[in-house]
């Protein structure tokens, strides 16, 4: 795997948990995984136990050389991590920005991970059957994989599979990223990864990748369709036999009430009694009063994407009107920031919030929360709703890619099968039209709550099973990998 992010090392989003999760699966499966990522500063080479492998030579376009180091880490012990040390690309206080302002040279960092990632390969003497990339930072090796050295190269026949954990950010930037990768001009046109004159990095990985994955079956469909799609569709579309969904699993070593240390107190299904104790503490923790009003938490980044505006257009009304206190914990948008960072000052007692990001107060918002809610605009997986089925509190989310896939709506009956609530138009009135419905549903069949959190609590979304998915497109991949060579020779 080569990634851009890989948990506990360097996360922003779930693309680091879910590459640390996969790994990790497939090594206790029983193949020998491993992930490559940048040393980025925050990485503390003592607090994980780096040690020093060898330097590295990756040839830039006209021969230039950059050296870089390769450190080795293990994941629970076992999995290797290589982390790539090259100081004037990931020596950055941030991983892909600093003070909401993207780096400006961010397809040269990235393609010199790309780059180095074949590199690495042949110099540390492990020749993988399947490179397998995720998202626009690393799509580029897909390409190199075709184009580098081809006949001399021992990594010919290694297949590729590029995993689209998010089509909103396609790594799009000046025609100088492309030439810095050397692939040459020819493949610079509209079908590979031009893209109104720019580099589209994401474009150029789909094109050469022996398989494209995303992260849900109904996000898989989303986009090969125009709107879903983000302009990326018709090259989809040419290759839809390559194209798969897998849903994301859950890493529960992580994210399980019953084991985890980070909350206040552990629990399962049939004793809900340490429940209680997160609600408590993390309504002492973050200022709401200590009460058995419901809890409704939210942890997100705060982009376009992520539905925040319908909640800002809509959470005073329900502040007013409906019982809930509620959790949130986020950064991002500056004015999204100043707005919830404002709001526990305007209701005392009734909002807590903290802005910026924090791994353990997002673990106390799964425990302590009743309610989780995800008002994604998009989400082609979204991983904080099913932490949040596990740990008891019921998401709120809207019909969408991985939502849908993962949260069974409530449907008022007794034996209701349903695991959350679920809105379909993404406008403030439907959210507060939900709401609505799920304080109706407190107040009046509090018994059937205690149901959907059953059935909540023993959904299973472990790395088991989308593991052996991604081992059946790697299969996939390695056969038209394979292919073409012959064709080829
Ligand atoms: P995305 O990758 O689009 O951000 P996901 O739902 O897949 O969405 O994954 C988000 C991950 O990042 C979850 O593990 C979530 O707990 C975590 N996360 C998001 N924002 C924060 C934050 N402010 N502090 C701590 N963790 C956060
Ligand atoms: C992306 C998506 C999210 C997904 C995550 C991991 O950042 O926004 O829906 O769960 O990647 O695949």
């Known amino acids: 795997m080569v990634a851009a992010e890989c948990a506990p090392y360097a996360k922003v989003g779930g693309l680091g948990d879910v590459v640390a999760g996969l790994a990790k699966q497939l090594a206790v499966s029983g193949h ?34 950059r050296w870089a180091g390769v450190w080795e880490g293990r994941l629970d012990d076992t999995l290797p991590v290589w982390l790539l040390d090259y100081g004037a690309y990931f020596d950055r206080a941030g991983l892909y920005d600093e003070n909401n302002r993207e780096y400006a040279d961010n397809a040269e960092r990235f393609g010199f991970l790309s780059k180095a990632a074949l590199q690495v390969c042949k110099d540390l003497a492990f ?45 799009v930037a000046p025609r100088a990223g492309f030439a810095y990768l050397g692939l040459g001009d020819d493949w610079f046109n509209s079908h590979v990864c031009e893209d109104h004159g720019r580099f589209n990095m994401l474009k150029l990985g789909v094109f050469f990748a022996d398989a494209v994955t995303t992260v849900s079956p ?11 799609g983000r302009g990326l569709a018709p090259y989809l579309q040419w290759k839809r036999g390559d194209v798969f969904g897998i849903l994301n699993g859950a890493d529960y070593s992580q994210w399980s009430p019953a084991t985890d240390p980070l909350i206040p107190a552990n629990y399962d299904a049939r004793r809900l009694v340490g429940k209680q104790d997160c609600r408590r503490a993390l309504q002492q923790r973050l200022g709401l009063t200590v009460s058995d009003a419901p809890i409704i938490s939210l942890v997100s980044r705060f982009a376009v994407q992520k539905g925040l505006y319908l909640v800002r257009n809509c959470l005073e009304q329900a502040l007013r009107e409906l019982p809930f206190q509620w959790v949130i914990i986020g950064s991002g948008d500056p004015a999204l920031e100043k707005y919830f960072g404002e709001l526990p000052g305007r209701y005392p007692g009734q909002v807590g919030s903290y802005i910026g990001y924090h791994n353990e107060l997002s673990h106390w918002a799964q425990a302590g929360g009743d309610f989780f809610l995800v008002p994604s605009l998009y ?29 069974v709506n409530y449907n008022n009956a007794a034996d209701s099968d349903g695991t959350g609530f679920v809105f379909w138009d993404a406008t403030p009135s439907a959210l507060l039209g939900t709401l609505r419905w799920v304080a109706d549903t407190w107040w009046n069949r509090h018994d059937q709550l205690a149901r959907l959190r059953q059935n909540a609590m023993a959904k299973d979304f472990s790395w088991a099973q989308p593991a052996r998915e991604y081992l059946k497109v790697y299969d996939h991949a390695s056969r038209a990998r394979r292919a073409l060579l012959e064709r080829e020779s």
């Open 32 to 65: 020998d995984a491993r992930v490559l990522l940048p040393l980025y500063r925050g990485i503390e080479r003592q607090r994980h136990g780096l040690r020093y492998r060898q330097n590295v030579c990756v040839h830039g376009a006209g021969g230039r050389e």
């Open 218 to 228: 109904t996000h898989a469909g989303e986009i090969l369709s125009a709107d879903g």
């Open 127 to 171: 020749i993988p059957d399947v490179m397998h990339v995720h998202d626009w930072p690393t799509a580029p090796t897909a390409a190199l994989l075709k184009t580098w050295d081809r006949r001399l190269s021992p990594l010919s026949a290694t297949a590729s599979v590029l995993t689209i954990h998010n089509i909103g950010y396609q790594g």
């Open 379 to 407: 989400e082609p997986c979204g991983l904080t709703q099913i932490y949040a089925l596990k740990y008891g509190a019921l998401p709120i989310v809207r019909a969408t890619g991985g939502l849908r896939d993962t949260v």
